[in-house]
């Protein structure tokens, strides 16, 4: 296995493009640590986004999975141009000339959405510890390291998302067209959402059968964090408005989205092997 990974990631640092948007991936995992700098000081009004609680613990594991989250359309550029490169180049062909099998191929590229999972995933935990150290109004170890289920469906996300990725790249061949595709297929969820909510059920019922596709089962794993923050809670207690949303990680949520990871790599190997490279 190490073998293949070393196969893979001299393939992608050897590419120009990948490692700029790698490397540019890992600078805006790393920004997030600038939105503590943000203050605002116009006469009386003075505001720091630090002190609303964005990185108190354990709030921060929710808050910054989630946000972190949309930059990993940089790595599924690398992934769908890493299939692309094989197929425009003809590494593949020459990979399998050389004596790696389709089985080898397509394990050494699920080991690098493995690698690229837990790597960003140590990265984010590692950058919220250190936010979380520095302006956490709470520094109890219990509290600390509460929450991190957040932390878990950030790892399963991506191996999901980065699997789908991978797929798309088998199946079409050309980068853009894959990431083309990519777009299409999230619109056509949404247009499926709103034709079930119009014509068959009503909100919740649409919400649970959404919850089985692919994009909105990732996008699932981890709700939306800003109506959990303590100063939106106060502003609308204030304002006499209730919001009780259930932020949790279901571990149903994960088996759906380790299920579709499991559909992703089989179609990608059922492919290769089908095809006549």
Known sequence: MIRLLQIEFIKL???RASRVLILSYFVLLTSIALVAAIKFDIGPIKFHLAEI???????IWHFNTFVTAFFKLFLAIVIVSMMANEYSNKTIKQNLIDGLSKKEFILSKFLTVLSFALISTVF???????LGLIYSDYDELPIIFSDLE???AFFVKLVG?????LFLGILVKRSAFALGFLILWQILEGITRGLIRWK???GDTTEMIMGFFPLQSMFN??????TRLEAVQTVADQVGEEINLNYQVHGYEILIVFGWTA???YLSYALLKKRDL
Do not use: A, M
């Open 13 to 15: 640092w050897n590419n």
């Open 53 to 59: 609680g964005i990185f108190n613990f354990p709030y």
């Open 124 to 130: 984010v935990f590692t950058v919220s510890l250190i």
């Open 150 to 152: 957040f932390v878990l």
């Open 161 to 165: 998302f980065f699997s789908f990725c």
């Open 200 to 202: 068959l059920f009503d």
């Open 221 to 226: 794993l981890i709700k939306e964090p800003v």
């Open 263 to 265: 559909i992703f790599i």
